[in-house]
DNA sequence: GTGTATGCAAACAATTTGCACGGAC
DNA sequence: GTCCGTGCAAATTGTTTGCATACAC
């Protein structure tokens, strides 16, 4: 379940790329600030639990099921079920502030979205580990199928499955 | 959950390609062979019941969850049992013959691998429909992918999600 | 005060597991 | 005859729902 981000390669080949920007409390203020705003405009309450189930995706960088989620709140003293994990979560999507994500399991994983740019991921089936990429060829294939097919395209999930090619000798 | 499969553009654009060939019998014996020698290889049983499963698997063209398949299995009296259904889908699996995709729901879908070029799916999420596409430049991506950082990637799996832009406009 | 959001537990859905029996080898 | 694969039902896992209470508005 390990999970590390891609390396800064921007420019590199002019196709990998990974940022990040801003402090962690910078960050955490401007979520808050675009959480309010969007609970405001559609009329839903702003509870503390909103605000820590928030806090607390954003003190974390990786990826987490909600189960994992809600221990990490348990040890913390938080006091919020499952169910609210799950109704906030739903907020948190349709506000982009989280992201969702189905690797092969049959969990759901979520992660941050905002100040982390839109990714895919490379799952190594053996260790588990998570790669995060980002190749801006995805959005060429997005323009054509838009074209072609007359849609319009909200999000995508790219996920490639593979493994160390032999120990020690990949890079 | 309608499911219909993509144009035959090969050649446009050189982007977008989709082609079947074989007849429905030549593809059940070809499979039926593929999976024999599977069996054998890794000293399975060869039991009726798999070979009914993977027939009525590649009976059918479109997507299909387990319980779907567990009903038409029923229905035409076969007397399989969801665990076997899906220790017989691992296999499958295993052996290239079924591909497996997790679409936004907690339910897998399944679809025959087997002279079914490998293909990536856009999801109408109002719809519910399934578009198959394919484009040669996700192997692009892979190959570079697979060169920065030292993997061998095995497969993938890549979901646009998206609506039809305005209602008969889309040609 | 009103009514939405919460916590809890029960319900539900998809998948996995345990076990006794049957059939492939 | 051996023991793997099966059907069935129970167990597990992930998620949703129902309901009484709490608190944001």
Redo the contacts between chains.
Sequence with gaps: MASRSGPN?TGE?G??CYFWTMSEAELQEKVQTIFTSYLERNKHRKTPERFAILREIYAFPGHFDVETLFTMMKEKKYSVSRATLYNTIELLLDSNLVR?N???Q?T?HFERAFQNQQHDH?I??ESGEV?E?C?P??Q???A???Q??????????????????SPE???
């Design positions: 390669l080949k196709s990998l969702k189905q690797f092969g049959n759901a490379i190594l089936t790669i990429f190749d060829r995805i060429n294939i997005k054509t199928l838009e072609i097919f007359g849609i319009e395209i909200m999000h995508h999930s790219l996920n490639f499955y593979g493994r160390r090619k000798s990949g890079k």
